[in-house]
């Protein structure tokens, strides 16, 4: 079972930057998928960005809304978002999710696909 602890949330004004990271307790090999989530109240769950992780291939995904402000990376046991430019539309509770064993490329949108999340860090941008 693969744990994953998020960090780095907080509050910060519209312009501003935070970098989020996803610490998780074992090594992901290959066919596996790392994303940040982000639910805002009353708001449906919705992937921000995901990565997808196979022998050198890492084929990346960003919600429209944000491709050019933030950037998913993984560096050996820790995923990182960095946002730039954030609004205030970006304020919500950020949760790591991943998935592993999979084929094709891509990472799934739903976030029932998804086998293991953190418990979420809270980002809060203001006008």
């Known amino acids: 079972q693969v744990q994953l602890v998020e960090s780095g949330g907080g509050s910060v004004q519209a312009g501003g930057s935070l970098r989020l990271s996803c610490g998780f307790s074992n090594v992901i090999s290959s066919g596996d998928c790392m994303a940040w989530f982000r639910q805002a109240p009353g708001k449906e769950r919705e992937r921000v960005a995901s990565?997808?992780?196979?022998?050198?291939?890492?084929n990346t995904y960003y919600h429209d809304s944000v491709k050019g402000r933030f950037t998913i990376s993984r560096a050996f046991n820790t995923l990182y978002l960095q946002m730039s430019s954030l609004k205030p539309e970006d304020s919500a509770m950020y949760y790591c999710?991943?998935?592993?064993?999979?084929?094709?490329?891509?990472?799934?949108?739903?976030?029932?696909?998804?086998?293991?999340w953190g418990q979420g860090t809270q980002v809060t941008v203001s006008s």
């Open positions: 999710a991943a998935v592993f064993g999979r084929s094709g490329g891509w990472c799934p949108a739903d976030p029932p696909k998804y086998t293991a």
């Open positions: 990565i997808y992780s196979d022998s050198g291939i890492g």
